[in-house]
């Protein structure tokens, strides 16, 4: 497995220091990543899929609109395009 997740983070922020030579730059990470249990394990980043739905009363009237958001983990590295396996 990669490691195009931390290589990446830690460049962002040594290009932020650059940038930004009279502030303090601190520490930062990409938000849409989790850990992943299963085979090689490691960081893995993912797409969240927000969608919006009604769902039908008993008497068939429409309830209230709820909104629901799902995360879908990417198979391949977004950065160097390596597969992430599951083994």
């Known amino acids: 497995m990669c490691d195009c997740i931390n290589k990446t ?19 930062g990470q990409f938000s849409h990543k989790g850990m992943s249990f299963s085979g090689n394990g490691g960081w893995r980043t993912y797409q969240e899929f927000e969608y919006e739905f009604t769902p039908i009363k008993k008497n068939g009237e429409p309830g209230r609109q709820i909104k629901k958001r799902v995360s879908m983990y990417h198979t391949y590295c977004p950065f160097c395009g390596e597969i992430i396996s599951a083994e």
Do not use: Q
């Open 9 to 27: 983070e830690l460049a962002i922020l040594d290009k932020m220091k650059l940038d930004n030579k009279y502030a303090v730059v601190g520490e």
